[in-house]
């Protein structure tokens, strides 16, 4: 822990009395004795505004936390729920719960709270879970859509076994390990004093401003830059393949299909936009306080980043762990119905007939003749038209 009155460099703090004083110190010519006594108070901002911040983030953090759990032991007490795709998606849950634990409180309390006044472990070790846990859910995103394409696009010749997709979960979450250890070697604990008052901090200080931009420059583009391109791409070749195959035993005259292809392409709409939006005001945020710190003389600035921008773009990025299980599992009619037994209690024989009837594959045979693979669908036109329909509306069963 160091003990400092003097000069010292910007550092990524949220806290804006402590940005106020570390940009006064960076500027000597307005360091004067007035500075030196200064005194902050235990609370940033006004009682509304903290209840406002209060709600919105007990918003996040429950939505992150029980939903995802509750994904969790659907898909593990369901062995039939116990598919590839599942697996990214338990992983993706976890990850998402792990936000919720690491990041959603310790976000809020830095936002309401001057200072850090949970010691200097703490200072280190959060830091670092925070943007592993964030790394792996994004990353966790970008390998479900890539699962998803091959799986949609090359379904004759894709074939990922559990083996292969434990080993790309490792993989994300090796690679979120080692790529955020800068965080843990450079957060530091810092206790700033003046004439009346020693305070507390937890700030990254980086051995040059160069290193400090490089790192922030390389978590943007591994951790959203390429994430939301593959995710774009993806999504967007799935979209066309989907637009353009016809489901059999189903008529375009009747609009069914039209209407299940519309359904489908504003699903993977959703996805892409609700993870763009998430995600990118937070990196705007950072990337101007990086290469652009705000001047002390225009403190409407300082005031309107600190104060509001921050907060709000931290909680828009958290938000997206509560938003992943509601569009990657709900939009799942299988696991949505699981959720609803699970919620009621009522697992009767009518529920347990419908997914021995929507699990069954009895109605489909592979015809290998002269070296062509032909699908053969039995039963009724309506049976086939439903299973058509699920098939396509279901892109993520």
Same mark, same amino acid.
């Given at each position: 822990?160091?003990?400092?009155?003097?000069?010292?460099?910007?550092?990524?703090?949220?806290?804006?009395?402590?940005?106020?004083?570390?940009?006064?110190?960076?500027?000597?010519?307005?360091?004067?004795?007035?500075?030196?006594?200064?005194?902050?108070?235990?609370?940033?901002?006004?009682?509304?505004?903290?209840?406002?911040?209060?709600?919105?983030?007990?918003?996040?953090?429950?939505?992150?936390?029980?939903?995802?759990?509750?994904?969790?032991?659907?898909?593990?007490?369901?062995?039939?729920?116990?598919?590839?795709?599942?697996?990214?998606?338990?992983?993706? &849950?976890?990850?998402?719960?792990?936000?919720?634990?690491?990041?959603? @409180?310790?976000?809020?309390?830095?936002?309401?709270?001057?200072?850090?006044?949970?010691?200097?472990?703490?200072?280190?070790?959060?830091?670092?879970?925070?943007?592993?846990?964030?790394?792996?859910?994004?990353?966790?995103?970008?390998?479900?859509?890539?699962?998803?394409?091959?799986?949609?696009?090359?379904?004759?010749?894709?074939?990922?076994?559990?083996?292969?997709?434990?080993?790309?979960?490792?993989?994300?979450?090796?690679?979120?390990?080692?790529?955020?250890?800068?965080?843990?070697?450079?957060? $530091?604990?810092?206790?700033?004093?003046?004439?009346? $008052?020693?305070?507390?901090?937890?700030?990254?200080?980086? @051995?040059?401003?160069?290193?400090?931009?490089?790192?922030?420059?390389?978590?943007?583009?591994?951790?959203?830059?390429?994430?939301?391109?593959?995710?774009?791409?993806?999504? &967007?070749?799935?979209?066309?393949?989907?637009?353009?195959?016809?489901?059999?035993?189903?008529?375009?005259?009747?609009?069914?299909?039209?209407?299940?292809?519309?359904?489908?392409?504003?699903?993977?709409?959703?996805?892409?936009?609700?993870?763009?939006?998430?995600?990118?005001?937070?990196?705007?945020?950072?990337?101007?306080?990086?290469?652009? @710190?705000?001047?002390?003389?225009?403190?409407?600035?300082?005031?309107?980043?600190?104060?509001?921008?921050?907060?709000?773009?931290?909680?828009?990025?958290?938000?997206?762990?509560?938003?992943?299980?509601?569009?990657?599992?709900?939009?799942?009619?299988?696991?949505?119905?699981?959720?609803?037994?699970?919620?009621?209690?009522?697992?009767?024989?009518?529920?347990?007939?419908?997914?021995?009837?929507?699990?069954?594959?009895?109605?489909?045979?592979?015809?290998?003749?002269?070296?062509?693979?032909?699908?053969?669908?039995?039963?009724?036109?309506?049976?086939?038209?439903?299973?058509?329909?699920?098939?396509?509306?279901?892109?993520?069963?």
């Amino acid at each position: 822990m160091n003990t400092s009155t003097g000069t010292v460099p910007v550092g990524w703090t949220t806290d804006r009395a402590l940005v106020t004083l570390v940009l006064v110190t960076d500027n000597k010519s307005a360091y004067t004795s007035n500075n030196t006594e200064r005194y902050f108070p235990v609370l940033q901002h006004a009682t509304p505004i903290i209840v406002v911040y209060t709600m919105a983030y007990l918003l996040v953090f429950l939505f992150a936390f029980f939903g995802n759990l509750i994904v969790v032991i659907v898909i593990w007490r369901n062995r039939w729920l116990h598919t590839v795709t599942n697996f990214f998606i338990v992983n993706l &849950a976890v990850a998402d719960i792990l936000v919720a634990i690491f990041c959603v @409180p310790i976000t809020l309390l830095t936002n309401i709270y001057t200072g850090w006044p949970y010691g200097s472990m703490m200072c280190k070790v959060t830091p670092y879970l925070q943007g592993v846990s964030v790394c792996a859910s994004v990353n966790t995103l970008a390998a479900i859509a890539l699962d998803r394409y091959l799986a949609i696009c090359y379904t004759l010749n894709y074939k990922l076994t559990g083996k292969i997709a434990r080993v790309v979960m490792g993989c994300v979450w090796a690679f979120a390990l080692c790529i955020m250890i800068p965080w843990a070697v450079y957060y $530091q604990h810092d206790q700033y004093r003046s004439s009346i $008052q020693a305070i507390y901090i937890c700030r990254l200080v980086w @051995p040059s401003q160069v290193s400090g931009k490089f790192f922030l420059a390389g978590i943007f583009l591994v951790c959203y830059t390429i994430p939301l391109l593959l995710i774009v791409v993806c999504y &967007a070749l799935i979209g066309l393949r989907v637009w353009n195959r016809n489901a059999p035993g189903i008529f375009k005259s009747n609009g069914i299909i039209h209407k299940s292809k519309v359904k489908v392409i504003k699903m993977l709409l959703v996805v892409v936009i609700l993870f763009g939006l998430s995600w990118l005001p937070l990196y705007a945020v950072n990337l101007k306080i990086v290469f652009s @710190p705000p001047s002390l003389t225009d403190m409407n600035t300082v005031t309107i980043l600190y104060d509001y921008l921050v907060p709000v773009s931290q909680w828009l990025g958290l938000a997206n762990s509560g938003i992943n299980p509601l569009i990657y599992c709900l939009f799942s009619r299988k696991i949505r119905t699981r959720i609803k037994v699970m919620v009621t209690c009522n697992e009767t024989q009518e529920f347990k007939r419908q997914f021995r009837k929507f699990s069954s594959t009895k109605y489909v045979s592979v015809d290998y003749t002269n070296g062509h693979v032909t699908l053969r669908t039995h039963g009724t036109e309506k049976e086939r038209r439903t299973r058509s329909l699920k098939s396509l509306n279901n892109v993520y069963d």
